[in-house]
């Protein structure tokens, strides 16, 4: 079983460089962009994939070398936007573990600082017009019955999908705190067990009546 988690706290030091010390160049720095050289890597890879796939054939028939390549590099963005990106250019990170039960845990996590607008709009609008060149291309593959490109379709979907989610509810979940959770919850309840008792039959006690049946 697994569940979800949003966090607008500190994460965990459980990697190299602990999420929420990294420099704060917000919108009041000098400096147009903060990370420049993390905004244009958030685009590389999964741009240099959309390109490769769109113009595979000019350089190699090989259906096994293109489909590599691309995987390759959807591979590395997936990477990249997941543990990089996401974290300096928008203070936001998902992340999954395994407790000592065996119990899988979905975490997602916001950090309460000052974002760069200019490199916030180059990550949200990456993360999301690449997902919808690769639907297009689905919808192309799809009708014009190359299914084996539409199989490389599909992971880069999956792929792009994934991030896409994750930094979604990041953004977006965060901001829920735990007492309207709560809140949320305790009405839930409520509601649910009103309807249970409008819907469940009388429980009024009936006394048997002797059948004269022996």
């Not at 420099?23 to 000098?30: A, I, R, V």
């Not at 760069?116 to 609008?125: D, M, P, V, Y």
């Not at 799809?142 to 792009?160: E, P």
Request: proline letters at 4%.
């Amino acid at each position: 079983m697994s569940s979800a988690t949003v966090r607008n706290i500190p994460l965990l030091d459980d990697d190299t460089i602990p999420f929420g010390e990294e420099e704060e160049l917000g919108n009041n720095s000098p400096k147009k962009y903060a990370h420049p050289y993390v905004a244009f890597f958030h685009l590389f890879f999964r741009g240099l994939a959309i390109l490769v796939y769109v113009f595979c054939n000019w350089f190699s028939e090989s259906f096994v070398t293109s489909f590599v390549f691309v995987i390759l590099l959807l591979s590395a963005d997936f990477w990249t936007v997941k543990n990089i990106t996401g974290r300096l250019l928008v203070g936001l990170r998902w992340w999954n573990y395994v407790d000592d039960d065996g119990k899988s845990h979905w975490v997602f996590e916001a950090k309460q600082s000052r974002i760069n607008n200019n490199e916030a709009r180059i990550f949200w609008l990456g993360l999301i017009l690449c997902p919808a060149f690769w639907s297009l291309f689905f919808i192309f593959a799809f009708f014009g019955l190359k299914f084996k490109w539409l199989l490389l379709v599909m992971i880069a979907l999956v792929l792009n999908a994934a991030n896409l989610y994750g930094y979604i509810k990041c953004n977006y979940g965060a901001g829920t705190s735990l007492n309207s959770t709560a809140t949320d919850f305790v009405k839930t309840q409520l509601l649910k067990n009103a309807v249970d008792i409008m819907t469940k039959p009388s429980s009024q006690p009936t006394t048997a009546k002797p059948t004269g049946i022996v």
